[in-house]
């Protein structure tokens, strides 16, 4: 809240300067803000930033109150006097709506003079508040709510016909409301309407058409006390915000409506001039803020903040902030004061001698706890820092995009999921969920390309966001891309670009983190947004996990990324270390090793062949891996040439010569009739 | 037949010539070998007296030590002159840059991440994690902030059409734990949180650490113990640190946490606008209606409760000025990480 620092020293002035004043504030939980250092408004302004909690504190009068309890100063209320009415002239006010209203105070004045200009006083602490100077009684209205706190509004009486009636609107009820906006009411919305008509919706926003123009000769005074959940629930749902609403939501003072409407219409008179009828009230006590009784413990002050503080100490706290109590042994009856309604159990009045106390007075200390090793919780992404760690020795950058992206490029690198679209998104480009992460992949891939990086690999660990039959699924998701060169350009290394089987070896390496190579394989798969002919599943047994491809060439084109882009994606929690390993002890007997070089198929995946000989070469094969692949000169077209090596070793003995060459003429000509391999000689 | 003195003067010169190990081979052949002068020199001895013929037998075999001698020193000599020769061929230089993979980077806010979890797992907090897309009861209402409840405005929420929302704070996963784990416990959560805004300080995605202590015996005090360690260790011993009452709805006392302004160290500069403090996170005792909505015996419990925006200690210790730059991922910036 904005207010004008002279203001407040003619309600209380301790003898300190502003900058101690604000330190006293902020450290008693009234952070000043700025100090007048925003160009726009005057040195006076003081910028307090008022919690929720505190609405009393939204008024001169709060703060003032508020500063004479923290500085031990007198704090001096204006004289509020009754007006004596010099006109009989009067209006029915009823309420209905009980519950939402429980005290409306009202007055004619008549013969006002609205041409009167608005003084300079009166306009310069608005102009601190940050309040347009509009017209002398809406201006004297504001002012009384900057200084009491109280919302008022003024109606133009002669739009007003026979009575006000404080009620419930009826669905389909409009009403032009004063920033020009039309509402067609909902059938609950508080509203103040005369006999046939809506006036205003109540406590949030007066009506056009009753409003005060500058040539009003009679006005209707309103000062009511709204429940702050009735305002606050149709400030929000008209979407609509003001003053007067900011401050009934968070409570006004219930026993301040005469005091502002006597003082208002003091001003009005001395300003404006006009002839007052007498005041108007309508009040249910049952419905009104009773005070709040709490009865609080010594020991739970002590056991709660962990410092010894007196009782004299509560005593005195008690006494300065003007709450009534009476002691009982080592408890406090406390009467907390009507303007303090957030004060309700016994942790805020702790809260309240805390603060008082100060809390730089309460020691350090260090928590005692029992030293016991924790039972996991739900540490799913535990194993993530093992991934990213390898990744970056691998040479990827971790990056951390947006969850929300753009829709049209979410759709063309996921394009079958539906993504989950935000009600209110911030930007048109932030706008659904991603589904797949690897709208921030590409996006940054772009960023980076356009600022001369030429050798990219990314990844990110994130939650994606699925639609399941209505149900929204939140996958922790491990994704990354690779472009440009594979090494950095050096004398030493031949330069070439990335490929598939470079990523394919970096998933590889995730996967080994957790499984053995026989759990897990790569099979050629499908993605809308990935080449047909350069897309493979990755699989733990028959379970899916994730997907590697080359970026397809029309989502290359559409983007214009550049050539060639390796992306992936793993489910997260699909990767988990198995409970226990199994550890064989190492082999006492010499491992042999026999290659042999086929002609084959070209179509023939090389997993078919390594398949085929570890189906067919028995117990005593530990490995078999391809160290060539040729295709091209000297091959016939439609063929590749292939080299294995096969490591083959028996547990308790020696292998001879003799069964070696057995085993392999085995294989061989397996691989012959199965596969139509020759040997190539 | 030359004299002895005469075959070990030749042999001493021709091994003293020899350039390499090749014909210092042959000089020990000739020399030593079995058609040797020497060799045919002893074969003489027969037709010497007894009393010479020991005389002379050791003389031979002295000079045939002695050469032995002379070839082996030669031989080292030469071995040296190869080695030398090699190495010499051999050298490059060593200036070339190697054949080195650059390594990537951790973003700035995982190093952080893991900065506090060694924090926090020294001191027996274990970590938890809840889902970004939350329901209006654990983001609001059982964190005390009813529907309709002013503290509603403090965060600009994103909403799904469904009244769902993108978690505005961590302090969800405190409802999550207190629903499922045991007492006393002691947890933590990070993750990515939501907001609508966006400048300088703000992004509409961040990321909070929550951190929940509830036993029998919590005070204030021991939040503020807690609190000072933690920031010390993450920051240094030497950060001052400074507690204000504010409020929080799930919190009651609530406190703001400053720590001293770490660019003019409490002096006062444009950063902390001029106060030489830095608002750094919001902290309390945990309200009794959060407790009491998790079953909690509040009678016999209490707790303290702590969330810290991982992005802003990112930026204070790394002194970056811009938020937004953590979400751009420059690789010129990322790879200073």
């Not at chain 2, 230089?93 to 060694?118: K, M, Q, V, Y």
């Amino acid at each position: 809240m904005k207010i004008s620092e002279s203001w407040l020293r003619e309600w209380v002035n301790p003898p300190l300067t502003r900058i101690e004043l604000s330190h006293i504030l902020t450290m008693a939980g009234l952070e000043v803000e700025s100090i007048g250092a925003e160009s726009s408004e005057s040195n006076d302004t003081i910028d307090i930033s008022i919690t929720p909690n505190r609405g009393d504190c939204l008024s001169v009068k709060g703060i003032a109150r508020e500063i004479a309890i923290l500085t031990n100063t007198s704090f001096k209320h204006p004289s509020i006097s009754s007006i004596q009415p010099t006109i009989k002239d009067s209006i029915p006010v009823r309420i209905t709506a009980k519950t939402d209203c429980p005290r409306y105070l009202g007055r004619i004045i008549r013969h006002v003079k609205t041409d009167t200009p608005t003084p300079e006083w009166l306009k310069e602490k608005l102009r601190c508040s940050g309040i347009r100077s509009i017209h002398p009684i809406v201006d004297i209205t504001n002012f009384i709510m900057l200084e009491l706190g109280q919302p008022m509004h003024a109606f133009d009486l002669d739009t007003i016909q026979q009575e006000i009636n404080v009620r419930r609107s009826q669905s389909g009820e409009c009403l032009t409301l004063l920033d020009g906006s039309q509402k067609e009411l909902d059938g609950e919305t508080l509203i103040i309407a005369d006999s046939n008509k809506p006036l205003a919706i109540a406590g949030v926003m007066g009506g056009m058409d009753s409003s005060v123009t500058l040539t009003t000769k009679n006005i209707f005074l309103e000062s009511a006390y709204f429940s702050s959940k009735t305002i606050a629930r149709q400030r929000q749902f008209y979407d609509l915000s003001s003053e007067s609403a900011y401050r009934f939501e968070r409570c006004i003072d219930p026993t301040i409506q005469g005091d502002a409407l006597e003082r208002a219409t003091q001003l009005i008179l001395e300003i404006v001039g006009g002839e007052a009828g007498p005041a108007i009230e309508v009040s249910n006590k049952e419905n009104l803020l009773t005070e709040c009784i709490i009865t609080l413990y010594h020991e739970n002050v002590v056991s709660v903040l962990g410092v010894a503080i007196s009782t004299g100490d509560i005593d005195n706290i008690l006494t300065a902030l003007h709450f009534q109590y009476e002691k009982k042994n080592n408890a406090w009856v406390v009467n907390v004061p009507l303007y303090r309604p957030d004060i309700s159990i016994p942790e805020d009045l702790i809260e309240e001698i805390a603060r008082l106390y100060g809390y730089e007075k309460i020691p350090a200390h260090h928590a005692i706890a029992k030293l016991e090793v924790n039972l996991p919780g739900n540490e799913q992404n535990n194993h993530s820092a093992f991934i990213r760690q390898l990744l970056v020795d691998r040479g990827y950058h971790e990056i951390i995009s947006y969850s929300f992206v753009d829709k049209p490029l979410q759709l063309l690198l996921n394009p079958e999921e539906t993504p989950y679209e935000l009600v209110n998104p911030i930007t048109a480009d932030m706008s659904v969920m991603r589904t797949n992460l690897w709208p921030g992949l590409v996006q940054t891939l772009i960023y980076n390309h356009s600022r001369q990086q030429d050798r990219i690999r990314l990844f990110e660990i994130g939650t994606c966001f699925q639609l399941r039959n209505a149900e929204i699924l939140q996958l922790s998701m491990l994704a990354g891309l690779i472009t440009g060169s594979a090494y950095h350009e050096q004398w030493g290394i031949p330069s070439r670009e990335v490929d598939f089987y470079d990523l394919k070896g970096d998933i590889e390496s995730i996967l080994h983190l957790f499984y053995r190579e026989d759990k897990y394989d790569f099979r050629l798969d499908k993605h809308l947004a990935c080449h047909p002919g350069q897309t493979a599943g990755i699989y733990i047994g028959d379970k899916k996990i994730g997907m590697i491809g080359a970026l397809h060439p029309t989502v290359i084109q559409t983007l214009d990324l550049p050539k060639n882009v390796f992306i992936y994606e793993i489910d997260l929690l699909a990767l988990r270390k198995a409970a226990t390993l199994t550890i064989h002890e190492p082999p006492k007997f010499p491992e042999i090793r026999r290659d042999i070089a086929i002609l084959i198929d070209q179509t023939i995946p090389a997993k078919a062949i390594q398949d085929t000989i570890k189906s067919h070469a028995g117990d005593w094969l530990k490995d078999v891996y391809i160290f060539d692949v040729y295709q091209g000169k000297g091959i016939a077209p439609g063929l590749k040439s292939m080299a294995l090596a096969l490591i083959l070793q028996h547990s308790t003995r020696t292998l001879i010569d003799e069964e070696v060459l057995e085993l392999m003429d085995r294989v061989m000509t397996v691989l012959k009739e199965q596969l139509g391999a020759v040997l190539r000689s | 037949m030359l004299s002895l003195e005469e075959i070990l003067k030749q042999a001493k010169s021709a091994i003293e010539t020899a350039t390499d190990l090749k014909s210092l081979e042959d000089c020990r052949v000739h020399y030593l070998g079995k058609k040797a002068k020497l060799t045919e020199y002893l074969k003489t001895l027969g037709q010497l007296s007894p009393e010479e013929r020991p005389i002379i037998g050791q003389k031979v075999n002295e000079i045939k030590q002695v050469i032995q001698q002379l070839i082996e020193t030669r031989s080292e000599i030469l071995k040296q002159k190869q080695i030398d020769i090699q190495l010499a061929e051999e050298s490059i230089d060593i200036t070339l840059p190697g054949r080195l993979f650059n390594s990537g980077s951790l973003h700035p806010i995982t190093h952080t991440c893991h900065a506090l979890r060694d924090i926090f797992t020294q001191m027996g907090f274990i970590f938890m994690e809840g889902p970004e897309i939350e329901d209006d009861y654990h983001n609001f209402t059982a964190l005390n902030v009813p529907p309709l409840h002013p503290a509603r405005a403090m965060q600009d929420t994103f909403y799904f059409p469904n009244g769902t929302l993108l978690r505005s704070q961590t302090s969800t996963v405190q409802i999550r734990a207190m629903k499922t784990m045991t007492l006393p416990l002691r947890m933590i959560a990070m993750g990515r949180v939501y907001r609508r805004d966006f400048d300088l300080t703000h992004t509409p995605m961040f990321h909070q650490l929550e951190c929940l202590m509830i036993d029998e015996n919590v005070s204030f005090a021991d939040l503020k113990g807690l609190l000072i360690q933690f920031l010390h260790a993450f920051f240094s011993p030497e950060t001052a640190v400074r507690f204000r009452p504010s409020y929080f709805p799930f919190t009651e006392p609530s406190a703001e946490v400053d720590i001293t302004c770490l660019n003019c160290k409490g002096n006062g500069c444009r950063i902390c606008k001029q106060s030489g403090w830095l608002e750094i996170l919001g902290c309390g005792m945990v309200h009794p209606n959060v407790l009491l909505g998790a079953n909690i015996d509040t009678k016999r419990y209490r707790g303290f409760a702590f969330g810290v925006g991982i992005d802003r200690l990112t930026l204070l210790k790394y002194g970056i000025a811009d938020l937004r730059t953590l979400f751009e991922n420059d690789l010129r910036f990322l790879r200073q990480f």
